[in-house]
């Protein structure tokens, strides 16, 4: 059974920095280096929104909302998924989601329970 698990989440001032973790249990090593990962939020009232998308061969797509900002990598060794998060804005406050992406079609099976960021102006 694949699970996600994510933390690292809390309050920051505006300008602020945190990293985001999610372990992922259920995949061998093998299958965690060849799946696609991503990163959404949601905040109260709002759609959900992908900020971080990593596939196979290492690149990773951001929305404009994110880009320069934001980073994300993935350790295999460790089954481990980041989200670097700077220069953190208010409208960046949102409950943040890591998602597992097997197959590599833009379909995510796989999510994480959430771990929630605040950011104060």
């Known amino acids: 059974q694949v699970q996600l698990l994510e933390s690292g989440g809390g309050s920051v001032q505006t300008g602020g920095s945190l990293r985001l973790y999610c372990v992922v249990s259920?995949?061998?090593?093998?299958?965690?280096?060849?799946?696609?990962m991503a990163w959404f939020r949601q905040a109260p009232g709002k759609e959900r929104e992908r900020v971080a998308r990593?596939?196979?061969?290492?690149?990773?797509t951001y929305p404009a909302s994110v880009a320069g900002r934001f980073a994300i990598s993935k350790d295999d060794a460790n089954n481990t998924l980041y989200l670097q998060m700077n220069s953190l804005k208010p409208e960046d406050t949102a409950t943040y989601y890591c998602?597992?992406?097997?197959?590599?079609?833009?379909?995510?099976?796989?999510w994480g329970q959430g771990t929630q960021v605040t950011v104060s102006s």
């Open positions: 998602a597992a992406d097997p197959r590599c079609m833009a379909l995510y099976p796989h």
């Open positions: 259920g995949f061998t090593a093998d299958s965690f280096s060849r799946a696609c």
């Open positions: 990593l596939v196979r061969d290492g690149s990773a």
